[in-house]
């Protein structure tokens, strides 16, 4: 994604790296954060403002209720591969 549709869809740089890294696969919040070289508190408040557009989705993890599984949506997808 380039720096105009970055702005046209009002996204930071980081969102769209947490987008382009869900393109991968699942990841948890844990994983998002280090690929950031953020923090977890920071990835909530990306993923919350991408789960509000439907862009990705969050889960709870079924092997630990704790956790949670962060999944990149068709939306999300399709706005990347604009």
């Known amino acids: 994604m380039n720096y105009m549709q970055m702005i046209k869809n009002k996204l930071t740089p980081r969102d769209c790296i947490v987008l382009e890294g869900l393109l991968e696969g699942d990841k948890c919040p844990t ?21 509000f557009r439907r862009l990705i989705t969050r889960e709870q993890n079924p092997k630990d209720r704790r956790r949670f599984i962060i999944s990149v ?4 997808r399709g706005l990347l591969n604009e």
């Open 73 to 76: 949506t068709d939306k999300g």
């Open 31 to 51: 994983e998002l954060a280090k690929m950031c070289e953020s923090t977890t508190a920071a990835i909530t408040l990306i993923t919350d403002k991408l789960l």
